[in-house]
């Protein structure tokens, strides 16, 4: 067979994604940039809060894109498993491109039946990026069930 059917997320999934986010990080009193992304790597949502840094809005988008490519959470660890250094995640950053690959936490996959339909990523929380991103993740979930979010 030359073809596979694929599922996409759509508007409505990464405003999900994105208002579960924002509404983590309001609780938390974070200030931060969320960007959900395709599997492809283009922008479909994003949100800067009043008071986030500037920065948060490209390192937010190229932690989703870089999630979304490499089908894994942004970090140190490879797909493998393997723990990376610091100077090793620098390494692959500066090798493919910041605008491509982003190597610290707070990025991660949006996988739905098997498959990675897109990324989120958050800036600006710093160690707690990924979980804040998580709940946007745990929010399009619950709705997919069916199941009231909230």
């Not at 920065?55 to 894109?65: C, F, M």
């Not at 970090?75 to 692959?92: C, P, Q, R, V, Y």
């Not at 991660?108 to 929380?125: H, M, R, T, Y």
Request: aromatic share 2%; net charge neutral.
């Amino acid at each position: 067979m030359y073809t596979k059917t694929t599922l996409k997320l759509t508007l409505a999934g990464a405003t999900k994604v994105l208002e579960g986010v924002l509404k983590e990080a309001k609780s938390r009193a974070q200030e931060i940039s969320v960007a959900v992304v395709d599997a492809g790597g283009h922008l479909i949502a994003f949100a800067r809060t009043d008071a986030a840094e500037l920065q948060t809005i490209a390192i937010a988008e190229n932690k989703a894109r870089s999630a979304a490519f490499a089908g894994i959470p942004t970090g140190k660890t490879s797909k493998a498993g393997n723990e990376g250094s610091d100077f090793h995640s620098l390494a692959i950053t500066l090798a493919a491109g910041p605008d491509k690959v982003v190597k610290v936490q707070g990025g991660l996959p949006i996988i739905v039946q098997g498959q990675c339909i897109g990324g989120v990523g958050v800036s600006g929380a710093a160690h707690i990026d990924a979980e804040i991103a998580q709940t946007g993740l745990d929010s399009l979930e619950v709705e997919a069930r069916g199941l009231p979010v909230g």
